[in-house]
């Protein structure tokens, strides 16, 4: 089991810079990723988010890099000799048509700056991932790690509240029993007092045709079974390596289950077991909306 909150630091030092390489998570119902990179390794953002993917599942993670000191720079000066060469002959004409006293220079030249270009450099992505990769690895290490050890504790409070169902559920099945033959007591002298008060007027045998199916719709035993296929799957799910999904949907047939048997048992005592089995459900769902 893996937690979807956490966080790492990675850092890579040169004689040169230093990178600094955070990333952190927190829960989201999928998997996504925000980069904030210097500009000098934007052309790496498709290649660092296929390596955090490769990572994480779920949850909305945050990579941010950070550059201190100063890379090897970028830009190129280049001049454009053909328009040099073409200046320097027209400067030539101009200062013999006019007299012009004085040598030319070099300096007379760069006055005019379209002759001197700056160029970005293509950078080498192979060279930009070496000098990245170190931080970012070492942060995403790190974030793994802690969020897989939250999730080791997460299970073992998921599968605390899930024996604790499971105790409750067997309360709730001891009292089946007690709460049918109370049902029964309860619709018999309901019975006698209709057939009392209506005297000959009642169809007896249609009425007890209609009490053994209310009573059969009053019997819970489908839905504690239902209850104790929920649990034992549940008991198995938090064993794989991504079940938040599987979990949140078994808590809520769990709940559905437990609302429909405590309707259908009409017992004061049953009811009070379905609000706490309805309350450990809940400290299940809100601990699983961290799980991967």
């Avoid at 890379?71 to 004409?93: G, P, S, V, W, Y």
């Avoid at 790190?142 to 559920?169: N, P, W, Y």
Wanted: charged residues 35%; hydrophobic residues 40%; aromatic residues 6%.
């Amino acid at each position: 089991m893996e937690s979807m909150t956490g966080f790492g630091r990675g850092i890579f030092q040169n004689e040169n810079f230093q990178i600094i390489a955070q990333a952190k998570s927190v829960n989201h119902r999928f998997l996504e990723i925000s980069l904030k990179l210097p500009k000098r390794y934007s052309s790496l953002e498709d290649r660092i988010r296929r390596r955090v993917a490769e990572l994480f599942q779920r949850g909305k993670i945050e990579v941010s890099v950070k550059i201190l000191g100063l890379a090897r720079e970028k830009r190129e000066i280049l001049f454009d000799l053909e328009l040099a060469k073409k200046l320097k002959e027209n400067l030539l004409t101009l200062k013999e048509t006019l007299s012009l006293p004085g040598e030319m220079t070099l300096s007379d030249i760069l006055i005019f700056r379209e002759i001197t270009l700056f160029e970005e450099k293509e950078e080498d992505l192979d060279l930009l991932w070496r000098e990245i990769e170190p931080a970012l690895e070492a942060s995403l290490k790190e974030l793994k790690e802690v969020r897989l050890r939250e999730g080791a504790l997460l299970k073992e409070k998921i599968r605390d509240f899930l024996l604790e169902l499971k105790g409750l559920t067997q309360k709730i099945e001891e009292l089946k029993e007690k709460v049918k033959r109370d049902n029964i007591s309860k619709m018999k002298v309901r019975v006698e007092t209709l057939l009392r008060d209506f005297g000959g007027n009642l169809d007896e045998s249609r009425l007890y045709q209609e009490i053994a199916f209310l009573l059969d719709r009053m019997d819970i035993t489908e839905e504690i079974d239902r209850l104790k296929v929920h649990l034992e799957n549940a008991l198995k799910v938090i064993e794989e390596p991504s079940c938040g999904k599987k979990l949140d949907f078994l808590c809520q047939e769990m709940h559905r289950e437990i609302t429909t048997l405590s309707n259908k048992a009409q017992s004061a005592e049953i009811s009070l077991l379905a609000v706490s089995f309805k309350e450990v459900v809940e400290k299940i769902r809100e601990q699983v909306q961290n799980v991967v």
